[in-house]
């Protein structure tokens, strides 16, 4: 079996399924003090508040899969780290794999995993915060 990487760096985001994006996005920024970090697209917003992320999906039924919860990400140091947790996963056999690392509109790396609840993970490299030291 390939060895386990380097710890990961924490987690970057929470991702939320919703009916109401216009809503949701205003409370978050409004009430909550998040920004703005990046609209992929009229049905996908990414706010922060800094070293941690929030995901924002339109959906025509946020209920359909039983939660609002879609997945959490985990941060990498970069796409080598990213390719090794891939190996890894891939190496052990019992962890369900959902896709290939793949490259994102804004310069990400990802794949996405399932935990033994069936919650999906997102190990992610990120260039603007995966250099960042947490403490």
Known sequence: MTERPSAFRGIRHVAFRVTNLEECEEF????????????????LVYLT????????ARVDDASARGSTFDHYGFIVEDKASLDAWHAYFSSR??????????????GARSFHIKDPAGNV????????ISAQQFS
């Open 121 to 128: 993970i997102q190990p992610i490299y990120h260039p603007a």
């Open 93 to 106: 056999g019992d962890v369900p794999i959902m896709d290939k690392p793949h490259d994102h509109a804004d």
């Open 28 to 43: 978050y920024k409004d009430v909550m003090g998040m920004e703005l970090l990046y609209r992929a697209n009229e049905n």
């Open 49 to 56: 508040c800094g070293n941690d992320n929030l995901s924002l």
